[in-house]
């Protein structure tokens, strides 16, 4: 049994691989510092695993208490590092944030591991993002890496930079990045998902805020694109599909005999949905009619974005098997409790 440690384990990303990892048998730590997250989703963790999940409350960000955490912790031989702030929004607001709480909470991190002078297999958080505008569709993992659209796509950036330097020169780790694609659902016990702190930026909370009468409407950013609908395409992920990527890319790298391992893989589906079908398929699977308009084009999406998987598929024994209505009925079953529960 590995031990592995989940940095920002509350996140909505971080919940779901828990869950996942639980599951498999492995000996978890989770690290948060509840800057986006609640104790409600620990509490929902372990009603599902009925189990008491081992959780400290830490800031990556203090690097004394970062150190003696890790100290403490020395038979650590896995890390998922969620650990991050991911509002694109935001990011453009106030970068320093960004830099600081990415960047630095990763940097420190790393530093504390590489004092153990023990081999660290090292899952990092990456996104889609990194690749900006695609050249070529579906995108695979050699589509150039352009000037990051947002402070916050730049912090994957230089993190996978960082983790590509730091594998070349040390025996220690062995990294491997996960670019998600479009993440969206949630556990089908509805006792864990997403918190959107504030107005949802991405789509399926605003629907589902919007169905749940918290929104009185939903606007379609654009429908002037070069799809066949005018909407937007992106490859939408089960947030449970994507947390299983996770323990996959773990097995990976414990397998690995060599060293200085790193490499990126896409995680998503490899298919294409617009932003009406996403509505049409909640509307459909749901029963609930929802009340929406078309707006302008939101500044900064790509018209298209979605991903080539083989890779995942092929090196990592990796698929996707859970649907868009999954997810999408998974996700209208959290609004609805987390409505209730008032988190
Ligand atoms: N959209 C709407 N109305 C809304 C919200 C979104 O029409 O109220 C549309 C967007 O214009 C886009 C699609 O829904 O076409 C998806 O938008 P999201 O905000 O849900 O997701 P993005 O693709 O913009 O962003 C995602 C991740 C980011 C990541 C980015 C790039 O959420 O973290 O992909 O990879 F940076």
Redo the contacts with the bound molecule.
């Keep these: 049994m590995s031990k592995i440690l989940v940095t920002g384990g509350l996140g909505y990303i971080g919940s779901h691989t828990v869950v996942e990892l639980h599951k498999s048998g492995h000996d978890i730590v989770i690290i948060d510092d509840l800057s986006n997250s609640s104790l409600k989703i620990l509490d929902g963790i372990n009603e599902i695993i009925n189990f008491n999940i081992n959780f400290i409350e830490l800031d990556l960000k203090n690097f004394k208490q970062t150190k003696s955490f890790i100290k403490e912790n020395i038979d650590i031989d896995g890390v998922i590092h969620f650990a991050a702030s ?3 929004g935001e990011s453009v607001e106030d970068p320093l944030k960004y830099y600081t709480n990415n960047i630095s909470s990763l940097l420190n991190l790393l530093n504390a591991l590489k004092s153990l002078e023990r081999k660290i297999n090292f899952i990092f958080s990456s ?5 900006g505008k695609p050249e070529i569709l579906p995108i695979t993992e050699n589509e150039s890496i352009k000037v990051a ?2 402070p ?2 730049n912090t ?1 950036q230089i993190g996978e930079e960082i983790l590509f330097d730091l594998v070349k020169s040390s025996p220690y780790f062995n990294v491997i990045s996960l670019r ?5 659902g949630a556990h089908n016990s509805a006792l864990i998902g997403e918190l959107p702190i504030g107005v ?8 589902t805020q919007t169905a749940i009468g918290k929104r009185e409407i ?5 429908n002037d694109y070069d799809t066949h609908d005018g ?4 490859d939408y992920i089960h947030v449970v599909d994507l947390a299983n990527a996770h323990l996959k890319a773990l097995s990976f790298l414990i397998k690995k005999k060599e060293n200085n391992y790193f490499d990126t893989f896409n995680i998503g589906t490899g298919k294409a949905s617009s ?1 009406l079908e ?1 509505i049409k398929g909640f509307e459909e699977s749901t029963g609930i009619n929802l009340n929406y308009k078309i ?1 302008d ?2 500044i ?3 018209d298209q ?1 979605f991903a080539e998987v083989s890779k995942a598929n092929n090196v990592l024994n990796w698929k996707s098997n859970l649907t868009i209505e999954d997810a999408l009925v998974s996700a209208w079953n959290w609004e609805k409790n987390i409505n209730n529960e008032k988190f």
């Design positions: 991911k509002a694109v996104s889609a993002t990194v690749y659209e947002s916050y796509g994957k998600y694609f479009n993440p969206i949802p930026q991405n789509l399926v909370p605003f629907i939903l606007t379609i950013f654009g909407t937007c395409l992106r932003v996403l707006g084009r939101r900064g999406d790509v974005c």
